[in-house]
């Protein structure tokens, strides 16, 4: 059975069903890569660490926002 089908077949379905298959897809789709997250985690703290210094350039929220 392939994607088309499957949508197909989706579309046939009672809104309370639907619900539960596209919940279900995303679902799917919310797993985070372990290598990435652990950089990322490092990479902020690492700016956090620099913030806290004194030693990261930083704009402003009106330098950053200005039109």
Avoid: H
Avoid at 7 to 31: F, H, W
């Amino acid at each position: 059975m392939g994607a088309l089908d499957i949508i197909t077949e989706a579309l046939q379905l009672k809104p309370q069903e639907k619900y539960l298959v596209i919940e279900n897809l995303l679902l799917s789709l919310d797993c985070p890569d372990k290598e990435i997250e652990d950089l990322w985690i490092k990479e902020s703290l690492a700016r956090l660490d620099s913030y806290n210094k004194g030693t990261l350039k930083t704009l402003s929220y009106e330098d950053v926002f200005k039109c």
